[in-house]
């Protein structure tokens, strides 16, 4: 592993299933975040983490939930899939806080049907 | 509430000089942040501002005027590999990300 790996690549999805998507770096950086990218709109921060052990909601948390067991690991679930929440998801992390440089997953497309 | 607004899209020549615009609306101010993103892929780190004026790097440039609440991203002698979509991001005064919805960068030869 070399930088920061999601899993899956990309997923299709029944509405009403519960999904997690997983998320690891390498870097032993202590913030973490998951985005959302849509179509015409910018990245939005769904949760973060900015250390092993705590999180804290983004600007579209709803029927998102996270965990940071570690500092290598920050999976995102989803607990029942909506159409709405077809996207495509990005894990990140820094090593300092939300306005450092940020090191970006190669995503995960996400298709609820 | 918070805004960011650059253009949808520009058309530019290989070889040539193009300048990218942000404009923000933000609740404080805590940087501004300038990424790459090729189709398909993820957004790669080009430039951080946080005081006003230009910053080099290479070909790519970043200027800020925070009194404006204006940056511009500056590509030069471009390549058919810029050819790619270019997202500013402003830190807000929760040290959070607002992101514009990027500018899709088109090169012809």
């Known amino acids: 592993i070399a930088g920061i790996t999601q899993a899956p690549t990309s997923q299709i999805l029944a509405a009403g299933r519960r999904m997690t998507l997983r998320c690891t770096q390498d870097m032993r950086h202590n913030a973490m975040y998951w985005y959302r990218q849509d179509l015409g709109l910018g990245l939005r921060l769904i949760h973060y983490s900015n250390t092993a052990g705590t999180t804290g909601k983004g600007e579209v948390p709803d029927g998102y939930s996270v965990s940071r067991a570690n500092t290598d690991d920050f999976p995102l679930t989803l607990a029942s899939a909506v159409p709405s929440q077809t996207s495509v998801y990005f894990c990140?992390?820094?090593?300092?806080?939300?306005?450092?440089?940020?090191?970006f997953g190669q995503g995960t497309r996400l298709t609820v049907v | 509430g918070q805004n960011i607004d650059q253009p949808t899209e520009m058309t530019a020549t290989e070889g040539a000089i193009v300048q990218i615009n942000c404009t923000y609306q933000?609740?404080?101010?805590?940087?501004l942040f300038w990424y790459q993103q090729h189709a398909g892929e993820a957004p790669t780190f080009l430039s951080y501002?946080?005081l006003d004026g230009l910053e080099e790097k290479g070909r790519f440039s970043s200027f800020l005027s925070r009194s404006k609440g204006y940056s511009y991203l500056l590509l030069k002698e471009l390549q058919m590999k810029d050819s790619a979509s270019y997202l500013c991001a402003v830190g807000d005064s929760n040290y959070q990300l607002i992101w514009g919805a990027g500018t899709k960068l088109i090169i012809k030869p």
């Open positions: 990140a992390s820094s090593d300092g806080g939300h306005t450092t440089e940020a090191f």
């Open positions: 933000t609740s404080g101010f805590n940087g």
């Open positions: 501002n946080v």
